[in-house]
């Protein structure tokens, strides 16, 4: 049983989570999930392509009684490295059956590292020097296993999943959701009988996900706020996240967090009504919830995210006619309207 806001909630027999260890010192662990029953098991994530983190799964897949040999499929919930890179390992060792988010399935087959360097290049066009961008490219979690992406991960022949879909975990029926936002296509997966959701990185407690702009023809806290509303709508009992615990009232915490970026928005928007500003100079202004003194103090992963979710928020701004960019020395910078 987990005490969840001095409430003993119970866990169905069927779900175990396993706290897998990554090298991210800001996240610590990730969440995967165990779906089991009496012979076999099926996977909610697969974590990171790193020695520890498999080494530690896998031993509480034998703690629990089961073998690898014994793993029938694995559900991604998106791409980002912490949650995807150990599916080569999973996938060499049996395991049958690998699903992902449609979206997220084709943006992973274009090339992941291509998605990075393009946000990247759009940076730049916001502010962010050359040399600080390249020095991001080098430290992203994800480019450093760009061969998983390129090589490894391609090998895998995909199941995608869309919101019109439906998949049995060990007999148990699960609607799948599309929740675009933390990535284009990250899913959820909605048990309607027992009022439980795996919500990936879409909603955690108390931490926020990050929610950045690679792609300037996209709108992705707008599709965020969209899909934390979607998950609201359902009035789920219980949320098992990728990070952090469980969530008790999961409706509760996406209001919540649809507040927090209300709140970004008005911050920004302050910001950009005194004098325009590019989104670099914005990114560097915004009061994050970090122990850093300054922006040079964040590790450069940080930044790439820092400055990825200001412009996801400049970007709503924007489509909201309340602010707008205009271009000063092949630099843009933004104003409020």
Same mark, same amino acid.
């Given at each position: 049983?987990?005490?969840?806001? @001095?409430?003993?909630? %119970? +866990? *169905?027999?069927?779900?175990?989570?396993?706290?897998?260890? $990554?090298? /991210?010192?800001? &996240? #610590?662990?990730?969440?995967?999930?165990?779906?089991?029953?009496?012979?076999?098991?099926?996977?909610?994530?697969?974590?990171?392509?790193?020695?520890?983190?498999?080494?530690?799964?896998?031993?509480?897949?034998?703690?629990?009684?089961?073998?690898?040999?014994?793993?029938?499929?694995?559900?991604?919930?998106?791409?980002?490295?912490?949650?995807?890179?150990?599916?080569?390992?999973?996938?060499?060792?049996?395991?049958?059956?690998?699903?992902?988010?449609?979206?997220?399935?084709?943006?992973?087959?274009?090339?992941?590292?291509?998605?990075?360097?393009?946000?990247?290049?759009?940076?730049?066009?916001?502010?962010?020097?050359?040399?600080?961008?390249?020095?991001?490219?080098?430290?992203?979690?994800?480019?450093?296993?760009?061969?998983?992406?390129? @090589?490894?991960?391609? %090998? +895998? *022949?995909?199941?995608?999943?869309?919101?019109?879909?439906? $998949?049995? /975990?060990?007999? &148990? #029926?699960?609607?799948?959701?599309?929740?675009?936002?933390?990535?284009?296509?990250?899913?959820?997966?909605?048990?309607?009988?027992?009022?439980?959701?795996?919500?990936?990185?879409?909603?955690?407690?108390?931490?926020?996900?990050?929610?950045?702009?690679?792609?300037?023809?996209?709108?992705?806290?707008?599709?965020?706020?969209?899909?934390?509303?979607?998950?609201?709508?359902?009035?789920?009992?219980?949320?098992?996240?990728?990070?952090?615990?469980?969530?008790?009232?999961?409706?509760?915490?996406?209001?919540?967090?649809?507040?927090?970026?209300?709140?970004?928005?008005?911050?920004?928007?302050?910001?950009?009504?005194?004098?325009?500003?590019?989104?670099?100079?914005?990114?560097?202004?915004?009061?994050?919830?970090?122990?850093?003194?300054?922006?040079?103090?964040?590790?450069?992963?940080?930044?790439?995210?820092?400055?990825?979710?200001?412009?996801?928020?400049?970007?709503? &701004?924007?489509?909201?006619?309340?602010?707008?960019?205009?271009?000063?020395?092949?630099?843009?910078?933004?104003?409020?309207?």
């Amino acid at each position: 049983m987990y005490k969840l806001e @001095n409430t003993s909630v %119970e +866990i *169905p027999s069927w779900i175990h989570r396993v706290k897998v260890p $990554i090298p /991210i010192e800001s &996240l #610590k662990y990730i969440n995967v999930y165990m779906i089991t029953d009496n012979t076999s098991f099926s996977l909610i994530d697969a974590g990171m392509y790193n020695m520890r983190s498999f080494h530690e799964l896998s031993k509480e897949i034998k703690k629990l009684g089961y073998k690898i040999s014994d793993m029938e499929s694995v559900i991604v919930t998106h791409f980002h490295v912490d949650h995807i890179t150990l599916s080569p390992v999973l996938y060499s060792l049996g395991a049958s059956d690998f699903y992902l988010g449609l979206k997220d399935a084709k943006v992973l087959k274009k090339g992941f590292d291509k998605f990075i360097n393009k946000a990247l290049k759009i940076y730049v066009n916001h502010g962010m020097p050359p040399g600080e961008a390249n020095e991001i490219s080098k430290a992203h979690p994800a480019m450093r296993l760009v061969d998983v992406y390129t @090589n490894d991960l391609q %090998e +895998i *022949p995909w199941i995608t999943l869309s919101s019109d879909s439906e $998949i049995d /975990i060990q007999g &148990l #029926k699960f609607k799948v959701l599309e929740v675009p936002g933390h990535t284009p296509g990250q899913i959820n997966l909605y048990n309607k009988e027992e009022g439980i959701i795996f919500t990936g990185d879409h909603i955690i407690d108390p931490i926020t996900p990050q929610i950045t702009l690679t792609d300037e023809n996209t709108d992705p806290l707008t599709d965020y706020i969209n899909s934390l509303e979607k998950i609201a709508s359902l009035n789920a009992k219980l949320a098992f996240s990728g990070h952090r615990e469980p969530i008790l009232n999961p409706s509760k915490r996406a209001n919540e967090i649809i507040k927090h970026h209300e709140e970004r928005l008005n911050e920004i928007l302050k910001l950009i009504s005194k004098t325009p500003l590019t989104g670099y100079e914005i990114a560097k202004k915004v009061k994050w919830r970090a122990s850093y003194n300054s922006w040079e103090e964040y590790p450069y992963a940080e930044r790439f995210f820092a400055m990825g979710e200001t412009l996801a928020h400049l970007k709503r &701004l924007e489509v909201l006619n309340k602010a707008e960019k205009v271009e000063m020395k092949n630099i843009y910078v933004w104003k409020a309207i």
